[in-house]
């Protein structure tokens, strides 16, 4: 979570550099996390319309 922190960070501190090195950590952590909550999501929808 620290990753996707740190990429919200870089828009709005101005104490951290904007480069790939700082910004694909949190963005693959986001490319992750996504699937993940919306399988979770999808199958809470499926036992809701049981």
Same mark, same amino acid.
Request: glycine residues 14%; neutral net charge; hydrophobic residues 50%.
């Given at each position: $979570?620290?990753? @996707?922190?740190?990429? !919200?960070?870089?828009?709005? @501190?101005?104490?951290?550099? =904007?480069? =790939? +090195?700082?910004?694909?950590?949190? #963005?693959?952590?986001?490319?992750? #996390? @996504?699937?993940?909550?919306? +399988? #979770? +999501? =999808? @199958?809470? =929808?499926?036992? $809701? !319309?049981?």
């Amino acid at each position: $979570m620290s990753h @996707v922190l740190e990429l !919200g960070r870089q828009s709005t @501190v101005s104490g951290i550099d =904007l480069s =790939l +090195a700082h910004t694909w950590p949190g #963005l693959a952590s986001i490319a992750g #996390l @996504v699937p993940f909550f919306g +399988a #979770l +999501a =999808l @199958v809470g =929808l499926w036992c $809701m !319309g049981r």
